[in-house]
């Protein structure tokens, strides 16, 4: 199966959860619902669209697992196979270059007196830059944050980078292990069935049940599995057309039910489930032609990572010229439409300009191998 026969649909999915999470954090800022546009559609409508975008988040594991077992097939063969220190050379040069770019612009502009990002400690002592920086690239944010609440406005949403490094530190040893297939679907089982486990014991502790490693693990688990069970499956053109039909709507009606904060113990793994048919119904031939909104969602897709690390940033800047107060209910939604503008231009230059050449210059130098196209 060519990279690029899956890419159209699974940049679609990543498409999606990445707007979802882009529509979460603009409506804490300036609440989207009490615009003109939010009025005349339904408050309740708005809220509900906008206020689960952590089950994007739980996309995005499953999408991620999916990838990094696929690619990790397409390359080495056999799972047993992998090389530990070319998969991490790998990780590297796709998360490290924009990474390192984040934290530099977040300290000069935090260290400069901007106070959005600065470090301002919700909860305990004071957090340092030094502090933050570490637990950033040493994937302890997450933990960090449950000492400290939200304690910077642009760099806390590293919780997430930082649940998915450490699954894929422990990815590759144990494939070499395990060695066998059933073996490692049996661990990754494990990891399945302790995730609602794990959130239904950390209730009214959001760092516990949202954040969490444990916690999380779960949805990038399901798509491993969704990888490696699915290896050489194509469903049959009707199966790959009716599947999207049954499974977006059970998607949308568990996001829109209630918030992630009632429905997350069982409603992350049926997300991460979700997610996970509908990656089984991209397998297989691809229009030759998509249409010009696919295309440009597919773009959002592919620079996904880009634009999850750097929104909050533009969110922050727009933030510090107009505060939410100053804004009129009649100006929210151009005002969206400017957030939106900003943060796909500012990963649109990231892109070409800092991860695309970073990672082809680190990998041609971990992996002179060829590596398959698709970016996880």
Do not use: K
Request: charged share 10%.
């Amino acid at each position: 199966m060519s990279v690029g026969v899956r890419q159209n649909g699974v940049d679609l999915i990543r498409a999606v959860a990445i707007l979802l999470v882009l529509l979460h954090h603009f409506n804490i800022a300036y609440h989207l619902s009490g615009s003109p546009v939010g009025q005349a559609l339904s408050p309740w409508l708005v809220r509900a669209v906008c206020r689960n975008g952590n089950y994007g988040v739980t996309m995005f594991f499953a999408v991620s697992g999916y990838l990094i077992t696929s690619n990790a097939l397409r390359r080495w063969g056999r799972l047993r196979d992998v090389r530990p220190m070319a998969f991490y050379g790998l990780r590297i040069a796709r998360i490290v270059p924009c990474l390192l770019l984040l934290l530099l612009v977040v300290n000069g502009l935090g260290l400069s007196g901007v106070p959005l990002f600065g470090n301002q400690a919700e909860t305990g002592p004071p957090v340092s830059f030094l502090q933050a920086d570490l637990a950033a690239l040493s994937f302890r944010m997450n933990g960090l944050m449950a000492q400290a609440g939200w304690f910077n406005y642009c760099l806390c949403a590293l919780w997430s980078l930082s649940v998915e490094e450490v699954f894929y530190l422990a990815f590759p040893l144990l494939c070499v292990v395990l060695r066998r297939e059933s073996l490692l679907l049996g661990c990754w089982l494990v990891v399945i069935l302790v995730g609602p486990a794990w959130r239904a014991a950390h209730q009214g502790d959001d760092a516990g049940f949202l954040y969490a490693y444990l916690a999380c693990f779960d949805g990038i688990a399901i798509g491993c599995c969704t990888a490696l069970l699915g290896r050489g499956v194509v469903l049959t053109v009707a199966a790959r057309r009716v599947m999207p039909w049954l499974v977006v709507p059970a998607m949308a009606g568990l996001y829109l039910w209630r918030s992630i904060v009632v429905t997350n113990v069982w409603g992350v793994t049926a997300m991460a489930l979700g997610t996970a048919c509908l990656l089984l119904a991209s397998q297989g031939p691809q229009p030759a032609r998509v249409g010009s909104v696919r295309r440009r969602l597919g773009w959002i897709g592919r620079t996904s990572y880009e634009l999850y690390l750097f929104h909050l940033v533009g969110l922050a800047a727009m933030r510090t010229v107009v505060a939410p107060e100053r804004i009129a209910p009649g100006a929210v939604l151009p005002w969206l439409l400017v957030y939106l503008a900003v943060s796909i231009g500012c990963a649109a230059g990231v892109a070409r300009w800092v991860s695309e050449p970073a990672n082809r210059a680190i990998r041609r130098a971990v992996a002179p191998r060829p590596v398959p196209a698709v970016a996880s």
